[in-house]
């Protein structure tokens, strides 16, 4: 069965101080939902992890950090490494994020090898794939997708492929107020699933959570999350505000 999950992804945005604040908030929140109907997860700056780690202790809501370094150790000055991460009791690391790829150069081949590392460290991926706009108006969604997923993810195995959620997220609707219809989500997270099902049989694509990202707020998560292959988001700027962030949250 696959589990539904809504994640934050606070980027770069918080203070210390303020991240741990709005972790307590969401922590609480989520603590006071009777019948929670997803897996809840925050990513958060590396700085922010072991201080949330010690918010979210004993709680349900999961930990998650924004990037990982392409190296398991040494001399790479001002990285962090997947173990590092795990180390701080960290759950998930977001891997593959379109501001990674286009501000910081990540490649297939890159992003391939991160996976290796977090999954090797023992952490869940999100991992994130969508076109730009030029590339939908051209045509060559499916195709980026595609390059994309096979690229990073498909040499990996079953077992380890269980480890990990995708996240559908178009370029031109992150954190441009500009949402994907729920048609125009679920038309790809169908071709993903269909993806999945032709590396890895029905059976693994029926167990894959498949996130929508872009946009999503308390206004527009509930038509997403209804369509069958939608199985929750990552959000942004939403996940910034404990209300918002629930209100997406108590979507399903
Ligand atoms: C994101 O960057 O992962 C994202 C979905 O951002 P926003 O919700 O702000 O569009």
């Known amino acids: 069965m696959r589990k539904n999950i809504v994640a934050g992804n606070w980027k770069m945005n918080t203070t210390v101080p303020e991240g741990v604040q709005l972790a307590k908030d969401v922590n609480d929140a989520v ?136 996240a559908y997220e178009p370029i031109w609707a992150i954190g441009t107020g500009e949402t994907a219809t729920a048609d125009q989500a679920e038309e790809i997270h169908a071709f993903i699933r269909n993806l999945v099902a032709e590396k890895y049989g029905a059976q693994v694509a029926d167990d894959t959570t498949i996130l929508y990202g872009g946009s999503c707020k308390p206004s527009n998560a509930a038509e997403l999350f209804a369509k069958p292959d939608i199985d929750g988001g990552l959000i942004g700027g939403a996940s910034l505000k404990a209300a918002d962030f629930m209100g997406i949250v108590t979507a399903f």
């Open 31 to 166: 603590a006071a939902v009777n019948d929670l109907k997803c897996d809840v997860v925050v990513g958060v700056p590396f700085t922010h992890l072991t201080a949330v780690k010690a918010v979210l202790e004993g709680g349900k809501v999961l930990l998650s950090a924004e990037n990982c370094a392409d190296h398991d150790k040494g001399a790479y000055t001002g990285e962090v490494s997947a173990p590092m991460v795990a180390s701080t009791g960290a759950d998930y690391v977001i891997l593959g994020h379109s501001e990674r790829r286009g501000y910081y150069n990540e490649t297939i081949e890159m992003l391939k090898t991160k996976v290796d590392l977090a999954l090797a460290a023992g952490l869940k991926v999100i991992f994130c794939c969508g076109e730009s706009l030029d590339e939908r108006k051209a045509g060559t969604h499916f195709e980026v997708i595609k390059n994309e997923l096979v690229g990073s993810l498909f040499h990996l195995d079953d077992k380890a492929f269980a480890n990990i959620v995708i």
